[in-house]
């Protein structure tokens, strides 16, 4: 399906460059073939990933936690003596740090200059390079084979998918394992969160599609875990054919996935219909909060907003500001409709009346924080699973 002219997801920007802004037809299909649902139309990586890349993984506490978690499971697994740690798409450190300060060995594979910075200056040893088979090449000449390769939100982002597996087929020890999670295609489907199509996501994983895809490089899924973060999650556990017992928890999702009908076009046809549905409900309400004379406003200026502003033609008229924790995208306005971004006390300081939650993932964490704005009178307006105001 397409969803439309659309500009850089993360490309906030400054009212000079309105006139100069850069947009695609963002459009996604499911190839009845190989099970895949990935975009068709692809951005070059290197006007995403640079040294004024917009997200730092750190901004959530809840993520910082989440991550720390996600290294003890690593950390207690079978790692033997002296292992090598490497994550592709390290970002600022908010995965890798964990094995840093354990003293382990490690390297994050980061190609955004700015968020790399931020983990070497917390002496976290990252390079600056995108991952394929020319860096893993260069890692195993220069630190040896890696125990295990890591990796969050970025295997999806990287639209040569078989370069990072001729990558860690380079890399990787012959009984290590490459471990990665990322946004779940079931949940996607299930919440109807559309707003995860965006341009730095390439590809919206299942088991479906993996399991042939890691079988043409004699590897294989051995365990899937769904992970509660980003909307719905899948961490799974990659090997070579053999190296390691499959746990029962990848035949239990397989039959899940068929179940659910991910094979099928018909199930495509119908989450179509229900995006399309999702954002007449959307514009609906925000237009007659605004006829009621409401203050609407949203919270987070999140990568999958863009999506659903543009998608729905949700301009300034209808969300007076986006306020955003990240200082680089204060100040700024967002992508292709231009709302907009201020820092987080102006929401704070003047409560409006409602909230659009663009960051609908961290919801719990900003419920939590925010219980000031509710007792103001203040509500929260969620589109995922369904359009409606938070009571
Ligand atoms: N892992 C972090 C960051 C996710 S954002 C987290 O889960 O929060 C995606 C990151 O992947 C960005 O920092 C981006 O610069 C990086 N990236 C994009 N393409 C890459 C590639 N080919 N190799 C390594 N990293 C890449
Ligand atoms: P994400 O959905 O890609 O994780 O991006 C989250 C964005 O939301 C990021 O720009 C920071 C912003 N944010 C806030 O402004 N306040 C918050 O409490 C949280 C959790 C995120």
Redesign the pocket.
Known sequence: MSFGRMPIANGFLTPETFATEFFFELRVGHCEACSMVQLTDLVD?HM??HGD?A?F?SISTR?TAH?RRYAEAVMTGSLGSDPLVV?????DG??LGNFARAGMRHVG????AN?ARAATDQGIRSVC????EE?ASDVRRSDGPAAVIL????IC??PNIHA?LRGVDILLEERGAFIFEEPYLADIIEKTSYDQVYD?HVFYFSLTSLAPLVARYGMEIVDASPQNVHGGSMRYVVARRGAREPSPAVAVLAEHERLIGLGEPATYSALRDRIHQSRDSLTALLQDLRSAGKRVTAYGATSKSTTVTNFCGIGPDLIEFVSDTTPGKQGKFTPGVHIPVVPYEYFARAHPDYAVLFAWNHAEEIFEKEAAFARAGGRFIRYVPRVEIVE
């Open positions: 990586p995403l990933f890349y997200y993984s993520m991550f994550e592709i798409g390290s970002n908010i995965l594979i980061e190609p955004s968020v390079r995108f991952f394929d860096t990796g969050a939100n970025v982002h990287i990072v730095e």
